[in-house]
């Protein structure tokens, strides 16, 4: 099946806006909006030069601003389920992972099958990547993230799929949420530094919007506290050991009393500490170094490694039974479930 370009729009109309999860925009929708045949709206999407370009036109743009998509399996009994899964994460590296593989096991034991989508930080694939697998109806989708483009959360809304975003909070849930705080945790992360006598902090960090937005979160901390505000560097994700390596250099090169370095992931973290080996600077006497994730060889490195604890099997575990319960009718009391971060504390810190 071949996708044509939509006419843009800006908003859809909130009248339709009503359609949630549990309740998909439908091709009688899309027919009855642009004043066609069912038939109309089926050549379409399926043999468009059929239709003249003016009906062509208004069908495509009748089916933008409902946010509907073509059901690629509709051939099948609507009752029927695809028994997949569908995951969208940033990255396949570092504390995704546990969350990736929590969500595996456990739709396993229900029979079904997770199918991952590698969208980067770009809203701008994870729209185009929804288009291509909302069309084929999933049972379920789990989003890594609660930052979506227009068009996104306009197909989610409409697609009658059980979603769940988590690894972010928002206070608009397109339907369910397993979330945490990154401010509050970056807060906090201020917080414990300075409770440890330091006050010439760096902070290296990805430069994708959660990062950025704990980034921001730190530096009000420490105007909070009275600290000198925090040196900050920026790398390209996903984070790597090189880029944490390169980023305590590039800050020792213009700030010679820095004593503790808060990076935004354990690779980060633990090119830091490399560089702080090779350089000869004491950790933790010399230089406090807090990371991110507490990946599996957080505990295992020399010095161990102080850092977040982002437990990405609880995150999987939980949006799991979510959409689960959803496929089974289940009803539940709540749809949003926040998750606290501790600080696990070890010898870097």
Same mark, same amino acid.
């Given at each position: ?188 992360? =201020? ?71 808060? =990076? ?86």
């Amino acid at each position: 099946m071949a996708f044509y370009p939509m006419p843009h729009f800006v908003m859809a109309d909130p009248n339709l806006l009503k359609a949630r999860p549990g309740n998909p925009v439908t091709i009688h929708d899309v027919a009855a909006l642009a004043g066609v045949s069912l038939v109309t709206v089926s050549r379409a999407f399926n043999d468009p030069k059929q239709l003249s370009p003016k009906t062509l036109a208004k069908v495509l743009a009748a089916a933008e601003k409902t946010g509907y998509v073509p059901n690629l399996s509709a051939g099948s009994l609507r009752s029927s389920k695809t028994r997949l899964i569908a995951a969208f994460v940033p990255t396949l590296q570092g504390h995704f992972a546990s969350m990736i593989q929590a969500l595996t096991t456990r739709f396993a034991a229900q029979g079904y099958q997770v199918v991952l989508g590698q969208v980067g930080y770009s809203i701008e694939q994870e729209a185009a990547m929804l288009r291509t697998v909302i069309g084929r109806r999933p049972d379920g989708i789990v989003l890594a993230g609660v930052t979506h483009s227009a068009e996104s959360r306009k197909l989610l809304a409409f697609s009658g799929i059980p979603i769940v975003e988590t690894w972010d909070v928002t206070p608009e849930p397109i339907d369910m949420l397993v979330s945490f705080s990154h401010e509050d945790t970056s807060a906090q992360v =201020c917080k414990f530094l300075a409770r440890k006598g330091r006050s010439k902090i760096a902070v290296i960090s990805g430069n994708d919007p959660r990062s950025l937005r704990r980034n921001d979160a730190f530096l009000k901390a420490a105007q909070e506290l009275g600290m000198a505000l925090p040196m900050i560097r920026t790398v390209s994700v996903p984070t790597t050991h090189g880029a944490g390596r390169a980023a305590l250099s590039s800050l020792l090169s213009e700030h010679t009393d820095i004593d503790a370095a808060y =990076c935004s992931s354990d690779m980060l973290a633990m090119g830091v500490l490399t560089e702080a080996r090779v350089r000869g600077i004491k950790v933790p006497q010399q230089l406090a170094v807090v990371g991110s994730g507490d990946l599996d060889f957080a505990a295992t490195l020399d010095p161990s490694l102080t850092t977040v604890r982002i437990d990405g099997a609880l995150l999987g575990q939980t949006a799991a039974e979510f959409i689960i319960d959803r496929i089974e009718g289940k009803e539940r009391t709540e749809k949003t479930v926040s998750i606290s971060l501790p600080i696990i504390e070890r010898q870097s810190a």
